[in-house]
C-alpha cells in the first residue's frame, strides 16, 4: 500500500505563498494495537512517513508546519479544529488539498473550506491539484438561458 504525498507537495511549490501548513489526520495513525495486522501497519507507517515528508518540504520552505490529530473524522471534531485554527488566524486566506486521506476526513476538510471561504485542490492520478469548483450562488438564483429549449 503506498500513500501519496505528490499532490500536496505540487500544491506546496504551486500555490500563492504559504503561510502555514496544517496536516490533518486521525489519532489511530500515531497508534500501535496488537489487532493491526500487517497491512494496517504498512499503512499507518506510510502515512506517518508521508506527514514526515511534507513537514520536511514546509520547514525548508520556512512554512510553519503543524500536526493536527483528530480522535475520530466526524464533522464535529473536524469543525472544531477548523474553527480552533481559524480563531487564531482569522484573515487568512484558506486553501485545502485533499487528495490523501480518509474520504470522511477528505469530505470535512472540504466542507469547512465552504465555512470558511476557503479553496479547495484535488489531485486526479499524477495530475497537478487543480481546484474544486464550487458556484458563489446556488443555481436557483441564476437566470435561467429561455435559447435553450
Known amino acids: 500500500m503506498t500513500v501519496s504525498i505528490k499532490p500536496v507537495l505540487l500544491y506546496l511549490r ?3 505563498p ?3 501548513t496544517f496536516i490533518f489526520t486521525e489519532k489511530e495513525v500515531y497508534t500501535t494495537s496488537n489487532r493491526d495486522d500487517t497491512q494496517k501497519r504498512m499503512w499507518k507507517c506510510a502515512i506517518r512517513n508521508a506527514i514526515d515528508e511534507v513537514n520536511a518540504h514546509s520547514r525548508s ?3 510553519a508546519c ?3 490529530c483528530i480522535d475520530a ?3 464535529d471534531a473536524i469543525r472544531d479544529q477548523v474553527l480552533g485554527i481559524f480563531s487564531d488566524h ?3 486566506r484558506y486553501s485545502f488539498e485533499i487528495s490523501s486521506g480518509p474520504k470522511r476526513l477528505s469530505l470535512g476538510l472540504f466542507s469547512m473550506a465552504l465555512w470558511v471561504e476557503g479553496d479547495t485542490f484535488y489531485a486526479f492520478g499524477n495530475s497537478p491539484p487543480r481546484r474544486v469548483p464550487v458556484p458563489a450562488h446556488p443555481i436557483k438564483s441564476c437566470r435561467p438561458n429561455r435559447t435553450i429549449s
Do not use: E, K
Request: glycine residues 0%; proline residues 6%.
Open 61 to 63: 520552505r520556512n512554512i
Open 90 to 92: 482569522p484573515d487568512t
Open 66 to 68: 503543524a500536526l493536527v
Open 14 to 16: 504551486i500555490s500563492r
Open 73 to 75: 473524522a466526524t464533522f
Open 18 to 20: 504559504v503561510t502555514h
